[in-house]
């Protein structure tokens, strides 16, 4: 029987069947995300700087996304609860994770028993990031870092918000590099440890500098350096740890939105791209320097470059120091 159609018209005809077949379901969802609202878990309580930089992008990105974005605050075991929860949900782009230094990085080789690891989420974009501070009661005797130095097998106290966060580690880290005998006494939070050295009943402190900036500013405390790559912008004369030693030394604490392994290509895309139109806005720009943080790294590649990086140093000092959770 001859062909009822030419050859051309029956190749496209063809052609246009197979690629019908291929229009599952799962993928006419990537095509038309988002077609519902989305959620962005926080593993952290309401209130806290995790929560409150989710929000600031969730309200950015939804201007322009399509639909509402939601922040859901599941917190518990030290952010780990609510990280697990996102790694063992459907990866479709509807549940996503506001992760950061100590649930991406400090976590996985902190906690024995983990339900998820550093490889359990692909990055979409690192919103901020800020440095440490290391700070003196004005009694301590101790005006700089390099009087710190000098005070080897001195013995002085550091307080910080507890075993295993990121003042802990920051505070091991800095025994090691400059050779330091450090008591470490660790708090639950940072506000009781502030509170005791701004009481005089430890003589130092290593937790946020935008947290412990605001009393050097009072003069109730003494900033002896702070932990980034460059000096921080409301306070430019005080110094880094690493121009002081001369040594590679870096800590900062970062918060940035990842989304479960195995979340479509297509769905990436587009939250990067949200995420980046948000992360280049005016208002969070604004918010940010106001707060004294830095802009995250610019792309997705450095991102995961960052989580890759911390996870493998703070495991390394997490080891050596035998840092142990609560």
Same mark, same amino acid.
């Given at each position: 029987?001859?062909?009822?159609?030419?050859?051309?018209?029956?190749?496209?005809?063809?052609?246009?069947?197979?690629?019908?077949?291929?229009?599952?379901?799962?993928?006419?969802?990537?095509?038309?995300?988002?077609?519902?609202?989305?959620?962005?878990?926080?593993?952290?309580?309401?209130?806290?700087?995790?929560?409150?930089?989710?929000?600031?992008?969730?309200?950015?990105?939804?201007?322009?996304?399509?639909?509402?974005?939601?922040?859901?605050?599941?917190?518990?075991?030290?952010?780990?609860?609510?990280?697990?929860? /996102?790694?063992?949900?459907?990866?479709?782009?509807?549940?996503?994770?506001?992760?950061?230094?100590?649930?991406?990085?400090?976590?996985?080789?902190?906690?024995?028993?983990?339900?998820?690891?550093?490889?359990?989420?692909?990055? /979409?974009?690192?919103?901020?990031?800020?440095?440490?501070?290391?700070?003196?009661?004005?009694? =301590?005797?101790?005006?700089?870092?390099?009087?710190?130095?000098?005070?080897?097998?001195?013995?002085?106290?550091?307080?910080?918000?507890?075993?295993?966060?990121?003042?802990?580690? =920051?505070?091991?880290?800095?025994?090691?590099?400059?050779?330091?005998?450090?008591?470490?006494?660790?708090?639950?939070?940072?506000?009781?440890?502030?509170?005791?050295?701004?009481?005089?009943?430890?003589?130092?402190?290593?937790?946020?500098?935008?947290?412990?900036?605001?009393?050097?500013?009072?003069?109730?405390?003494? =900033?002896?350096?702070?932990?980034?790559?460059?000096?921080?912008?409301?306070?430019?004369?005080?110094?880094? #740890?690493?121009?002081?030693?001369?040594?590679?030394?870096?800590?900062?604490?970062?918060?940035?939105?990842?989304?479960?392994?195995?979340?479509?290509?297509?769905?990436?895309?587009?939250?990067?791209?949200?995420?980046?139109?948000?992360?280049?806005?005016?208002?969070?720009?604004?918010?940010?320097?106001?707060?004294?943080?830095?802009?995250?790294?610019?792309? #997705?590649?450095?991102?995961?470059?960052?989580?890759?990086?911390?996870?493998?140093?703070?495991?390394?000092?997490?080891?050596?120091?035998? #840092?142990?959770?609560?």
């Amino acid at each position: 029987m001859p062909d009822r159609f030419p050859p051309s018209i029956a190749r496209r005809r063809l052609l246009q069947a197979a690629l019908a077949a291929c229009a599952s379901p799962a993928v006419l969802a990537q095509s038309d995300y988002p077609n519902r609202p989305v959620t962005i878990i926080v593993p952290f309580p309401a209130g806290g700087p995790t929560d409150a930089s989710a929000r600031m992008y969730a309200k950015t990105m939804a201007e322009g996304f399509g639909q509402p974005i939601v922040v859901d605050n599941r917190a518990g075991a030290a952010g780990t609860v609510g990280s697990a929860a /996102v790694a063992r949900g459907p990866a479709d782009g509807y549940t996503l994770l506001w992760g950061g230094t100590s649930t991406l990085a400090v976590a996985p080789g902190l906690y024995k028993n983990l339900k998820y690891d550093a490889q359990s989420f692909i990055p /979409v974009g690192m919103a901020l990031r800020g440095p440490q501070m290391i700070a003196a009661h004005p009694g =301590a005797g101790v005006n700089t870092l390099q009087d710190l130095v000098k005070m080897k097998g001195g013995k002085l106290a550091v307080g910080t918000a507890g075993n295993g966060s990121i003042g802990h580690l =920051a505070t091991e880290l800095l025994a090691e590099t400059a050779g330091l005998d450090l008591t470490h006494v660790p708090y639950r939070g940072g506000g009781p440890a502030l509170t005791d050295v701004l009481g005089g009943q430890i003589p130092l402190i290593l937790d946020n500098a935008s947290l412990l900036y605001p009393h050097v500013k009072s003069g109730k405390l003494k =900033a002896l350096a702070v932990t980034g790559a460059q000096p921080y912008a409301p306070a430019p004369d005080v110094p880094t #740890v690493r121009s002081v030693l001369g040594k590679d030394y870096e800590a900062y604490s970062w918060f940035g939105l990842v989304a479960p392994k195995g979340t479509p290509e297509p769905v990436l895309q587009k939250l990067r791209a949200a995420f980046t139109k948000a992360a280049q806005s005016a208002e969070v720009r604004r918010q940010l320097a106001e707060q004294g943080l830095e802009p995250g790294v610019p792309d #997705v590649q450095a991102f995961g470059a960052v989580i890759a990086a911390d996870f493998k140093k703070w495991s390394g000092i997490i080891v050596r120091a035998r #840092v142990e959770a609560d």
